[in-house]
């Protein structure tokens, strides 16, 4: 049996990737944030720690959006945005591939955002982190490529969670799905799916992709 750690498993798109996993057999390890808090590196190395085995699989799906124009930036609100969304994932990556090298075995999903690629007002913190996700992935994945570790990322665009319901209104909502080609929002068992096929076995040469998975947002 397979093991997975994954991060941001408590609602939205991680619970759904957790359920997922679960159905199909995978031991999950979804720590909360008091078990394992991202902004901070000596939670994420204790929590590390205690599992002295590694795992085949890591998915780093948590994430923060706090919204923020130019303006409003600050040194803190920086620090805050980058711990969580690049460097939490960066310090798992590191941990989790000595384990993956020893096995000449291993599946890492990041998360990214159509906002790695795009963005809107009030998105400048977001969008930087999640570009930065991207450049992780496509180096991470050239050089752990020769140990048989594919390393990928998911871009959702819209999704029916409550992130998506936070930091837009109801009317907003309503023009985004008018003017997405799907005319609607995913579901998080969506991309679910996908991050699924990226860490099994069925995926044995997909890597250092960023794939969107956004009901054709970025086709518009």
Request: net charge neutral; aromatic share 8%; proline share 4%.
């Amino acid at each position: 049996m397979k093991t997975v750690l994954l991060t941001g498993g408590s609602r939205g798109i991680g619970k759904a990737v957790k359920d997922l996993f679960l159905s199909r057999g995978f031991n999950v390890l979804a720590p909360s944030r008091e078990e394992m808090n991202l902004s901070d590196h000596s939670s994420i190395a204790r929590y590390t720690a205690s599992i002295p085995q590694g795992v085949e699989v890591l998915v780093n799906c948590a994430g923060i959006n706090e919204l923020a124009g130019l303006e409003e930036v600050t040194d803190e609100k920086i620090q805050k945005m980058i711990s969580v969304n690049l460097l939490a994932q960066v310090q798992l990556i590191q941990w989790a591939s000595k384990f993956m090298k020893k096995k000449s075995y291993g599946r890492i999903v990041n998360f990214s955002s159509i906002w790695s690629e795009f963005s809107k007002p009030r998105r400048v913190l977001y969008s930087v982190a999640k570009a930065a996700v991207n450049g992780l992935t496509t180096a991470a994945a050239v050089e752990l490529a020769p140990h048989n570790i594919l390393v990928n990322a998911v871009a959702p665009g819209f999704v029916n969670t409550e992130m998506t319901s936070a930091n837009n209104t109801p009317e907003q909502i309503r023009q985004i799905t008018d003017n997405l080609p799907m005319r609607r929002l995913a579901e998080p068992k969506e991309i679910a799916e996908l991050v699924y096929f990226l860490a099994s076995e069925q995926n044995s040469f997909m890597t250092g992709q960023t794939l969107f998975i956004d009901g054709g947002f970025s086709c518009i």
